[in-house]
């Protein structure tokens, strides 16, 4: 693919505006068409990321079939339930306001998966760390999502769902893992709150307590470790 010649001033501009407009969408998708060169750009961003042993394990399903959308916001619903019932009775009035998914209101699902077994067994990286590959793909998901933003598009990861549902429901084979189900399309508009800050499930912490210098430091606490 041919990267668009742009000045580094410009790139750089846009690619901090993306980083900070981006947003978790949930309630914002209009549900129209999303253009077909804008999802061919933001999927060839998405497997442009870095990757444990360039085993770039990641695939993505493109879900846009009404009935396998809603069989999963069924499903979705029912964990739902399952995270609500967990909690004590003031937060679960707090939840009970919160959209979780836009499954059925975005354009189309994007379900990114890994597989731990492209390139194995001699994966440069993961001997010591079996998780990388699965950080791997969250770098790909995180670049669909920062181009997404760019192109004007609303991304809503949705992971209330348990894996073999998913798998079976799209045939994914074993060994495979979804890693996400990603809703993406047009929007109204982005928020500039994250809309669990908007509900007061959780509020963002200061860069400055997620900074340590030379040791770890228990910020939250005031001490040194
Ligand atoms: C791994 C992961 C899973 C998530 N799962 C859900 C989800 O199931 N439903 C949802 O509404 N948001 C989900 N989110 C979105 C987060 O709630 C959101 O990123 C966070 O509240 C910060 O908001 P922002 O993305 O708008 O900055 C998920 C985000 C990540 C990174």
Known sequence: MVVPSVSAERTLTSLYE?????????????????????????????????????????DFVLVSDVATKRAFV?????????????????????????????????TLSIVVTYDPARGAPAILGRHAIADAGLYSVCLAIQNLWLAATAEGLGVGWVSFYREGFLSELLGIPDGIRPVAWLCIGPVSHLEETPDLERH??????????AIHHDRWTDKARGLEN
């Open 18 to 58: 993306a980083i900070h407009r981006r947003r978790d969408v949930r309630g914002q998708f209009t549900g129209a068409p999303i253009d077909p060169e804008a999802l061919e750009r933001v999927l060839a961003a998405a497997h442009a990321a870095p990757s444990v042993g360039l085993t770039q394990p990641w």
């Open 74 to 106: 069924d499903h979705v619903s029912t964990e739902r339930d399952v995270f609500a019932a967990s909690l004590p009775p003031e937060r679960a009035s707090v939840f009970a306001n919160i959209k979780i998914d836009g499954v059925m209101e975005s």
């Open 200 to 209: 007061g499930w959780r509020q963002r912490r200061p860069l400055s307590e």
